[in-house]
């Protein structure tokens, strides 16, 4: 027992992994046993461990500037590099960057700009978020009222009437479908729900829909073919904005640069990144909006006296000069070409679990995945809990592979992107195993 309480884990455990150092893709615990990061950490440490230039670079940048900040008129060099790299590579419309230190704080952000865009367009009733079941996007209280996990929600009156925080149905047809209905059926059936109840609400009182391209903690959902072009359809129609929230998806993850391109999400107005974005190696994230956005912003800070948001750390020197190299080798090494190659083996190379008497479906997108446990593979009726997903986890971690059990019982894969052909083999293999000992279990 440490003087710790841990975030997301059940406090009963006893039982802990130490995890003392780590290279390339493979971490090692206090015993040196070696396990592959079968999950890049927590889907965040895209380019591994001891990376030597970004070693160097946060040591360059602390013996430079370990630290100053950017409130009242005070910047630096390398947050100014940032912002204008991350603008131009994202496809929002002139973006304009404001950072911060995970990805909860930049959503949190997000519905403080939101507010402040439409009460400086004259449009203050336009307030309410839609999000969708099974989302996450964090866990401040804001952020955590935007999530759906009824894990995060507990004991948290979330202030989702303050908020304006609305609901509607998540993307996923294996688990969501009813009865017979085809993928196409499904498709119409929630985005027509989606317009319902905007309908409901009144168009005027809403301002933006939040989503994650391809979902990661509720299980690596990605939508149906459609469903992005009919919510951006019924988004448009009504005037409500576009919220990526691409705090996984971001930076390659996909196998593309984006979520939004490879969903083909056109133009999002706003978007939210952290992980990835520095491969972990600092903590930083960032809200990014559309140039008018922040240009009424801006024209309201000066009627009210500022922009009254910022953390101490937002756009922290080393993070920033951190990031700027991650971006420059994601660059430099086709990362997000060799993220789409790689891709497609690892999708094509899980796909020989789907016989398996234990798994339901086998999904993902690039460089993410998972295999979802089910106790009946042709209705996709699940487990009562999610301790089969927990045993599972435990025999990876036995035979030297990490992954995680999300939304219960699917087992979730998102190694870093630096990875090879020999990885995804070794990651196979330890899959086939540990289904096999799951199911005798
Ligand atoms: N949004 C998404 C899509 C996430 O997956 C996460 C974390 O996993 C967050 C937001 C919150 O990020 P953080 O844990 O850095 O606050």
Redesign the pocket.
């Known amino acids: 027992m440490t003087h710790m309480i841990y975030p997301q884990t059940n406090l009963n455990a006893t039982e802990q992994l130490i995890i003392e150092r780590g290279e390339g893709a493979y971490v090692y615990d206090n015993q040196g046993k070696k396990y592959l990061e079968g999950m890049a950490g ?2 965040c440490t895209s380019l591994g461990y001891a990376h030597p230039e970004l070693m160097a670079t946060v040591n360059e940048q602390l013996a430079r500037l370990s630290y100053s900040h950017m409130f009242g008129g005070k910047t630096h060099p390398q947050g100014m590099a940032l912002a204008d790299e991350l603008a131009a590579m994202v496809p929002v419309e002139d973006a304009q960057v404001f950072f911060g230190n ?6 949190d952000t997000q519905i403080k700009l939101l507010r402040y865009y439409f009460n400086a367009i004259g449009k203050p009733e336009k307030r309410k978020i839609i999000t969708r079941q099974r989302a ?5 209280v804001a ?1 955590g009222a935007l999530t759906s996990l009824p894990v995060n929600l507990q004991f948290f009156d979330a202030p989702e009437e303050a908020l304006g925080i609305l609901r509607t149905d998540h993307p996923h047809y294996f688990t969501g479908r009813q009865g017979d209905e085809t993928e196409a059926q499904f498709v119409d059936r929630i985005t027509a729900n989606l317009e319902a109840l905007i309908l409901r609400e009144g168009p005027d009182t809403i301002a933006a829909f939040i989503a ?1 391209p391809v ?3 509720s299980g690596v959902i990605v939508p149906p073919a459609g469903y992005y072009d009919k919510v951006q359809a019924i988004l448009n129609k009504y005037d409500i904005l576009f919220w990526a ?1 691409e ?2 998806t971001g930076f390659g993850r996909l196998g593309e640069d984006f979520g939004c391109n490879a969903m083909g999400i056109q133009k999002p107005d706003m978007m ?1 990144f ?2 990835q974005l520095s491969s972990a190696y600092y903590p930083i ?1 960032a809200a990014v909006i559309r140039g008018d956005m922040k240009e009424a912003i801006v024209e309201q800070s000066g009627k009210v006296g500022a922009f009254g948001h910022g953390y101490t750390y937002s756009g922290h020197p080393v993070a920033c000069a951190t990031a700027l190299k991650v971006l420059e080798i994601y660059k430099r090494d086709k990362l997000f070409d060799h993220a789409a190659t790689l891709g497609a083996y690892l999708q094509t190379k899980l796909q020989q679990f789907a016989d398996h008497p234990l798994v339901g479906e086998v999904r993902g997108k690039g460089m993410v995945a998972a295999l979802e446990m089910v106790s009946n593979k042709i209705t996709g009726e699940g487990f009562a809990d999610g301790s089969l997903g927990a045993y599972a986890i435990s025999r990876c971690q036995e035979h030297g592979l990490i992954l995680r059990a999300v939304a219960g019982n699917s087992l979730a894969v998102c190694p870093p992107l630096i990875i090879n052909e020999s990885h995804v083999d070794e990651i196979c293999s330890v899959l086939g195993k540990v289904l096999d000992e799951t199911l005798d279990h």
């Open positions: 927590l889907w995970s990805g909860s704080d930049a959503n996450y996007h964090g866990v401040t952020a994650e979902t990661g903690a929230d705090v996984i939210s952290a992980k994230s």
